[in-house]
C-alpha cells in the first residue's frame, strides 16, 4: 500500500491517480480482512473501491485536465510532514502494543456488547446489533449526513432552466 | 458501449445476481457480514452498471428521477418513524423492545426497518449524485 | 515494547503523512481529494487495528469460537466511511463547479485570477 501511495503522489495523470486510488482502497480492504474487521471491509471495497472511483472519474470527465507541473519544489511541505510523521511516531510509543488484551479498548463496554448483545437484540452480528441497537442514534445521524450530502450535491448542480452554459 | 454486444449479453446475466446479492447482504446482515450500507451501495452500483451499459436515458426510463429523489428522503423517514413508534408505544425515543410484547422480537422489527430505511437512503443518494454528475457533462443526447 | 508490536502504527502514521504531505504539496485539486481519502483511510487503520486479539475472530457470536475481536471500532468506522464518501461526493460537486468557474482546477491558476480580479476591482 506504501508503494501505491508514493506512485500516486508523484504520477501527473489524472486518471492513473484514480485508478491507483481504486487499487489502494482495494488493498485497504483485503487488509481490513486480516484484521477481522469484516463489515468495515465490505463496506470500505464497496464504497471506497466502487462509488468513489465511480464519482472521481464523473468529476475528471466533467474538468478534463491534467495536473501542471508544480512550480516550487516541495521541500517545505515535505519537512513539515516528516516532522509531523515524527511527532506522531513519538506519540504512538505510549500506545498499547498490538494485540494485547489488556488493553483499555477491550475492558470498557464491550464485553457488555459482547456478552449480552446477542441475547438482548437476538442478532448475533455484534457490529449490526451495535449499529442500529445500542448506538441508533449514531446512524441516524449518519443518515442525515448522506441524505444532506446528496442534497448538497443537488443544489450545487442543479442545472437552471434556460442557460446551456455555467450558471453563475 | 451500447452497440458492444459482449458487454450487453453479460451485463444482462449479470444484473440479477447483483440485485439478488445486494439483498442477501440486506437481509443477512444479522448473520453474517452486511447491513443497510453495503445493501445501499450494491444496489446503486449496479443501475450504475446499467447505465454505463445501456445509456443514461434508458436508466433514466427504468429509475426515474423523482422514484430517485423520493427515495433519498423516504429512507429517513422511516428511520426516525421507527423512532416515534417506540414514543407512541410508550418508551423513548428509538427503544426497540416496547414494539412488541417479546423485547427481542421488538428488537429483530427495530433493526430491520432502521437498516431497510438506511439502505434506502444511501442507495437514492448514491444514485442521484451519480445521475447529477452524469446530466452535467452531457452536451446533447 | 517491541518494534513489532508497533509496527501497525508505523504503517498508519506512513499513511497519515503520505496523505497530508499530497494535500499541502500538490496544487489539482482533485488530486488533493484524493489525498484526503488517503488521509481519511489511514485513519480508520489507526482505529481498527488496536482491536484485532491474535487468535481472535470477527464479531460474529457463534457457538464455535470464544474469543472475538473488537466490534466497536468496526462500528464507528463504518459510519466514518460513509460519511467520508458523502464529503468526497460534495468536494467533486464543488470542483465541477469552481472548472466552471475559473476554467481551471490548479491552486496556483485559481489564486492568481482572484488576486488579479482583486485589483482589477480596486
Known amino acids: 500500500m506504501a508503494v501505491t501511495v508514493v506512485v500516486l503522489a508523484r504520477n501527473r495523470n489524472l486518471f492513473a491517480v484514480i485508478v491507483l486510488s481504486g487499487l489502494y482502497s482495494f488493498l485497504m480492504a483485503t487488509v481490513l480482512v486480516a484484521l477481522d474487521a469484516v463489515d468495515v471491509a465490505m463496506t470500505e471495497a464497496s464504497v471506497g473501491a466502487g462509488v468513489s472511483t465511480v464519482l472521481l472519474l464523473g468529476a475528471l470527465h466533467l474538468c478534463r485536465s491534467e495536473e501542471a507541473r508544480p512550480v516550487h519544489k516541495a521541500w517545505l511541505p515535505l519537512a513539515i510532514s516528516i516532522a509531523c510523521g515524527v511527532i506522531l511516531v513519538y506519540g504512538s510509543l505510549g500506545l498499547p502494543a498490538f494485540s494485547d488484551p489488556a488493553a483499555p479498548i477491550h475492558t470498557h463496554v464491550v464485553p457488555r456488547y459482547l456478552n449480552d448483545g446477542p441475547k438482548e437484540t437476538g442478532v448475533p452480528n455484534v457490529v449490526t446489533a451495535v449499529l442500529a441497537s445500542y448506538r441508533g442514534y449514531d446512524t441516524l445521524g449518519e443518515t442525515t449526513v448522506v441524505f444532506t450530502a446528496g442534497a448538497g450535491v443537488v443544489a450545487l448542480l442543479r442545472r437552471r432552466r434556460a442557460r446551456k452554459d455555467a450558471p453563475k | 458501449m451500447k452497440r458492444d454486444l459482449v458487454l450487453r449479453v453479460v451485463a444482462k446475466v449479470f444484473l440479477p445476481f447483483i440485485l439478488i446479492f445486494a439483498l442477501y447482504v440486506q437481509f443477512h446482515g444479522d448473520f453474517g457480514p452486511g447491513g443497510g450500507f453495503q445493501a445501499g451501495v450494491i444496489i446503486a452500483a449496479a443501475v450504475i452498471f446499467y447505465a454505463l451499459i445501456y445509456g443514461l436515458s434508458n436508466a433514466r426510463r427504468v429509475v426515474p428521477e423523482a422514484l430517485v429523489e423520493s427515495m433519498m428522503a423516504a429512507g429517513v423517514l422511516i428511520y426516525a418513524g421507527v423512532g416515534v413508534l417506540g414514543l407512541l408505544f410508550g418508551g423513548n425515543y428509538l427503544d426497540y423492545f416496547v414494539l412488541d410484547r417479546n423485547p427481542v422480537v421488538g428488537q429483530h422489527r427495530g433493526i430491520f426497518w432502521v437498516e431497510v430505511g438506511v439502505a434506502i437512503t444511501v442507495s437514492g443518494v448514491m444514485l442521484k449524485i451519480f445521475y447529477m454528475f452524469a446530466d452535467r457533462g452531457r452536451i446533447d443526447k | ?122
Open chain 3, 1 to 122: 515494547m517491541s518494534v513489532a508490536g508497533h509496527f501497525a502504527y508505523a504503517v498508519t502514521i506512513f499513511l497519515m503523512i503520505a496523505g497530508l504531505f499530497i494535500v499541502i504539496a500538490r496544487g489539482n485539486l482533485i488530486k488533493k481529494l484524493v489525498g484526503l481519502g488517503i488521509f481519511q483511510t489511514s485513519v480508520y487503520l489507526l482505529y481498527i487495528a488496536p482491536g484485532k486479539l491474535i487468535g481472535g475472530t470477527a464479531p460474529i457470536v457463534s457457538e464455535s469460537f470464544s474469543v472475538y475481536s473488537n466490534p466497536l471500532p468496526h462500528v464507528l468506522i463504518l459510519t466514518a466511511i460513509v460519511v467520508g464518501v458523502a464529503t468526497l461526493a460534495l468536494g467533486l460537486a464543488l470542483v465541477v463547479r469552481i472548472r466552471e468557474a475559473y476554467d481551471s482546477i490548479e491552486e496556483d491558476d485559481i489564486l492568481a485570477a482572484d488576486r488579479a480580479a482583486g485589483d482589477a476591482e480596486l
